[in-house]
């Protein structure tokens, strides 16, 4: 890893990002995140860490405005109906969905985890079979993720991770965003697999997420609990 000479500006860099970031409700509809800016945007979701390395996501990047129109009734988190606006469905200059593999994909000895640790993690025979080993223990004994619903949670969580990546690399380029919990799930499923051709027996929708930039100031400042408050030393 390349050495940080500066240490006090990246700190300070960080932490402005930090500080200005908040989950923006109303886009600047005409203004545009540059591809290439964008595009590190996603990068740094592609070389986001997870639970052994599975990635277990993909993400939709929502750009067509009819596409997007298709979630307004039921995203009630980004429809703008609170504000009286368009929200983010309407504004947004990128819209994202994440979808969370399920237990067809990352159930222990699955067809397709043994496909992606012999062509994307390119891993040895005996090292494929060292691997799963594990990953069964880890997955039948130690956090006893078991059942569809709960194996498609743990990929969900793998998600928000490559999310929270997304979110600080694009503040740090000085672009506002917001991750997105408020639409139902079995209408957006539904919608997912009528309109996009997406199987929900291997993906279910985890979260949707918006990039641009702010119409606005936010109606109110940042607020987080101290420091002191969430941190226990020992």
């Known amino acids: 890893m390349k050495e940080i000479n500066n240490i006090p500006e990246v700190q300070a860099q960080l932490m402005e990002a930090f500080t200005s970031r908040h989950a923006c409700k109303v886009f ?6 540059d591809e290439a800016i964008f595009n590190t945007i996603l990068e740094a979701a592609r070389m ?12 939709l990047v929502i750009q067509n405005d009819e596409k997007r129109e298709l979630f307004r009734d039921f995203a009630w ?25 399920t237990d067809v994909n990352m159930k222990a000895g699955s067809d ?37 619903r709960q194996i498609t949670d743990w990929s969900a969580r ?42 929900p027996t291997v993906y279910k929708p985890a979260v ?11 109606m109110f400042p940042k607020s987080r609990r101290s420091l002191e408050q969430t941190v226990s030393w020992y």
């Open 28 to 33: 600047d509809a005409d203004r545009k995140i």
């Open 48 to 59: 986001s860490p997870s639970s052994f390395g599975f990635e277990p996501w993909q993400i």
């Open 77 to 101: 988190g980004a429809n703008g109906a609170a504000s009286g606006t368009a929200g983010q469905l309407g504004t947004a200059s990128h819209f994202c969905i994440f979808l969370a593999h």
């Open 112 to 148: 397709y985890l043994q496909n992606f640790m012999k062509e994307v993690k390119q891993l040895p025979d005996d090292v494929i079979e060292l691997f799963g080993q594990f990953y069964k223990k880890f997955q039948d004994h130690d956090f006893q993720i078991e059942g569809a």
């Open 158 to 199: 793998q998600a928000y991770i490559a999310l929270g990546n997304m979110m600080n690399t694009a503040a740090l380029l000085g672009i506002d965003s917001c991750p997105i919990e408020g639409f139902e799930i079995e209408k957006t499923q539904a919608t997912l697999e009528q309109h996009f051709d997406i199987d």
């Open 208 to 218: 949707m997420a918006a990039f641009g930039y702010r119409a606005g100031n936010p």
